[in-house]
């Protein structure tokens, strides 16, 4: 993959859009080389399809420049744009056969028929449907139809080429396929290519560059190997490929605490007793006698899964996921290294670790023994417990307080889960209310990009009085 | 073979309601007024060959006036907001909540000497007559029969991906090459159910042309209905030719349709 100083081709600069009133896109930046294959990779509502739509100009961002060969090109439409897509379903005209259908953009540029025929006809021996001019698109296997979409974009010859998820409605087979027979044409045609997918394994395998995006915001831009080598964060690395991701406390440059022990790593800079996120790929960590490991542990399960074997193992609380080429019988003990250079060391997703509140009681009941506080527009009533109306509080509940509630019986309502990354013995879920974020843990796996009530458990609770009665009213 | 069980009611509704009238009519055709067999009948409808021809044309000229004021409206309201979408055609339907010789009236009403719309062209120095001629049965024809013609058109046009119009557009199509290249050719199944709803129909209308028409505005329709009442085998044989004349039209608008053969 070369990665030469190419020209950038299209910049996103602030890009800033929300639909009814929910923030699609958070204020993006991205620059995209020519000739690179750049795929924007994220969960389903993370956003990537709608800037693949602001670049081919179906929709006008709220605020931010979309910049096309230097030129700023807000408000132009999509018909004169130089960009041509490859839709998710395809949108292939029924009323026309594969040649009509790929022929579409050329007749409407008004080039000579002689023309037309042969590029045409290239075009279709590129994308290996040679003979199938004639054929009714209605008559194609989806595969085909794919290959006509393609066709039909490359013919016209833009200088950018939008793919939104394209091989997603075909089975793994022919997905693998075209995976690669996509980076083919995109080498063989020298176009810029930007490819939109949720399938991690689609963006490593055919990118110059990946985009990962999550909940508005572009969370890292890197070759796939940085993405993967190097995520940033704990969602990138639980997005891309298969990681243990586990809560460590950095105790000083180059020395991590994971699982109670203190072990080696080359990151540098996170200052002291920091708390973060490591990452151990589960083909970095090697399998060795227990009084060889740096970590020991009892095999819970072993797959074989033809190149390696795949195994979990219990340390602790904790369950590591160890890929090896070797086999350990299940029960065993069994130890485990891992080289400094393979621990990746990542700044946590939220800058907390408990959720605090500071309120002020708003209604008190000492007969009750309850009392009630504002939170977001809603009333939250915090049962056995007694403090005077107006009395300053702040409230911290450990993220094992916090639990999904059913529909209509939670504290607040409508939160979106924006992230869900599992550390081994739970799952740490990332929500957002309306102002700001929390941290809950949960063991059962939730979906992103979903909305859910949440729920408080106080008795998990710690209050502590920050002022007593004011006499300010209200 | 799948079971027909459930297809039994309206197998009997079938035979009971449609397959013996029409058995009926076909023996009254070819039988006389002692129910011998006879030609005559036959040879009676063609005296009224002209007003056969006649109402074909109006029914043709009515299905044209409707799908040239019905396509760009079905167009125009695929383009609107859905809420808006819904008031008109409600708006549209409204007057068919109203009995059709009602509506007829109306219009006798509206076009009549002094009547406000004569008035009014009056006072701009217009004076003509607005009732009794081709013209009015036409326009009553289109007034009754246009919301058939909106709706099959509307319904299909509002039915195209909105994927496809994206796409034209990413190819370099303008609104218009959208509409030329993308909308029109997809909407040929509505056109063709359309032309179907509003065709056959005003081929047999009767009581529009009686009320709107003048004496030589007579339609095929409306003799039936008179002759029905002093001889059935003339009556039976001009329903027959009707009817084939029908069945090869649809015919005809079912081969445009298969032709188009839309997904």
């Known amino acids: 993959m070369e990665q030469t100083t190419n020209k950038t081709i299209v910049s996103l600069k602030d890009i800033f859009i929300r639909f009814d009133g929910e923030v699609i896109l958070n204020h993006i930046n991205l620059d995209i080389n020519e000739k690179e294959f750049v795929t924007i990779l994220g969960p389903s509502g993370c956003g990537k399809t709608t800037t693949l739509r602001i670049i081919g100009g179906f929709v006008e961002p709220e605020s931010g420049d979309v910049i096309f060969g230097g030129k700023r090109i807000n408000g132009t439409p999509p018909n004169k744009r130089n960009v041509n897509t490859v839709f998710q379903k395809y949108s292939l005209f029924p009323h026309l056969n594969v040649f009509d259908n790929v022929a579409f953009g050329l007749k409407l540029k008004k080039m000579p028929k002689d023309e037309i025929k042969k590029r045409v006809t290239d075009m279709l021996a590129t994308v290996d449907l040679k003979g199938y001019e004639k054929r009714s698109i209605t008559k194609l296997s989806g595969g085909q139809q794919q290959r006509v979409a393609i066709a039909r974009a490359l013919v016209c010859d833009p200088e950018i080429i939008l793919l939104d998820e394209p091989l997603g409605a075909l089975d793994l087979k022919l997905r693998k396929s075209m995976q690669l027979e996509l980076k083919e044409i995109q080498q063989k045609t020298q176009k810029t290519f930007i490819y939109v997918t949720h399938d991690?394994?689609?963006?490593?395998?055919?990118?110059?560059?990946?985009?990962?995006?999550?909940?508005?915001?572009?969370?890292?831009?890197?070759?796939?190997?940085?993405?993967?080598?190097?995520?940033?964060?704990?969602?990138?690395?639980?997005?891309?490929?298969?990681?243990?991701?586990?809560?460590?406390?950095?105790?000083?440059?180059?020395?991590i605490?994971?699982?109670?022990?203190?072990?080696?790593?080359?990151?540098?800079?996170?200052?002291?007793n920091t708390p973060v996120d490591v990452v151990i790929r589960p083909e970095d960590i090697e399998v060795t006698a227990p009084e060889d490991g740096q970590l020991v542990g009892i095999v819970e399960n072993t797959t074989f899964k033809g190149v390696h074997y795949e195994m979990s193992v219990r340390c602790g609380k904790c369950e590591i996921l160890i890929h090896s080429t070797t086999s350990a019988e299940i029960g065993s003990k069994i130890g485990m290294r891992v080289i400094p250079f393979n621990i990746q060391i990542m700044n946590k997703l939220l800058p907390f670790y408990d959720n605090v509140i500071e309120t002020t009681v708003t209604y008190s009941n000492q007969n009750d023994n309850l009392f009630e506080f504002e939170l977001e527009g809603e009333t939250v009533t915090v049962p056995n417990k007694y403090y005077e109306e107006g009395t300053k509080l702040k409230i911290t509940l450990p993220p094992e307080a916090l639990s999904l509630a059913a529909d209509g019986v939670g504290d607040l309502k409508d939160l979106y889960i924006e992230s869900v990354v599992y550390k081994g013995e739970h799952n740490e879920i990332i929500l957002e209310s309306d102002e700001r974020k929390w941290?809950?843990?949960?063991?059962?796996?939730?979906?992103?990009?979903?909305?859910?009530?949440?729920?408080?458990?106080?008795?998990?609770?710690?209050?502590?009085?920050?002022?007593?009665?004011?006499?300010?009213?209200? | 073979m799948k079971s027909r069980k459930p297809s039994i009611p309206y197998i009997i509704w079938m035979v009971v309601f449609t397959m013996i009238p029409i058995i009926m009519i076909g023996f009254t055709a070819f039988t006389d007024k002692n129910g011998n067999f006879s030609l005559q009948a036959f040879t009676n409808a063609f005296y009224y060959t002209n007003i056969f021809v006649k109402s074909l044309w109006i029914a043709l000229i009515s299905t044209a006036i409707c799908l040239v004021l019905a396509y760009p409206l079905a167009y125009l309201l695929t383009r609107m907001k859905e809420s808006t979408q819904n008031t008109l055609i409600m708006l549209l339907m409204v007057p068919m909540w109203m009995n059709f010789l009602l509506r007829i009236y109306a219009w006798v009403t509206l076009l009549q000497d002094n009547s406000p719309i004569d008035m009014m062209l009056s006072l701009l120095g217009i004076h003509s007559t607005y009732i009794g001629n081709t013209g009015a049965v036409i326009l009553g024809m289109v007034y009754e029969y246009l919301p058939f013609m909106v709706l099959p058109i509307y319904t299909v046009m509002s039915k195209i991906d909105n994927g496809l119009i994206e796409a034209a557009q990413d190819l370099g199509s303008s609104n218009f090459t959208v509409f030329r290249k993308v909308v029109a050719p997809l909407s040929v199944p509505g056109i063709i159910s359309g032309v179907t709803m509003v065709f056959v129909p005003s081929a047999s209308t009767f009581l529009v042309a009686q009320y709107l028409g003048g004496p030589d505005d007579i339609m095929i329709g409306d003799v039936i209905e008179k002759i029905f009442w002093t001889d059935q085998n003339t009556g039976s044989a001009i329903?027959?030719?009707l009817m084939i004349f029908i069945f090869v039209f649809l015919i005809i608008m079912n081969l445009f349709g298969d032709e188009e053969a839309i997904a």
């Open chain 1, 257 to 272: 605490q994971i699982l109670g022990k203190e072990l080696e790593c080359v990151d540098k800079g996170f200052g002291k």
């Open chain 2, 239 to 241: 329903s027959l030719i």
């Open chain 1, 439 to 474: 941290l809950m843990l949960s063991d059962t796996d939730e979906q992103v990009a979903t909305y859910v009530p949440l729920a408080f458990d106080f008795s998990k609770a710690q209050f502590e009085v920050i002022s007593e009665f004011s006499d300010k009213e209200g």
């Open chain 1, 200 to 255: 991690q394994e689609e963006a490593l395998t055919m990118s110059d560059r990946v985009v990962v995006m999550n909940n508005g915001v572009i969370e890292q831009i890197g070759s796939p190997e940085d993405i993967y080598n190097e995520p940033v964060n704990a969602f990138v690395a639980d997005f891309i490929g298969e990681a243990n991701i586990l809560n460590g406390i950095m105790l000083d440059d180059c020395r």
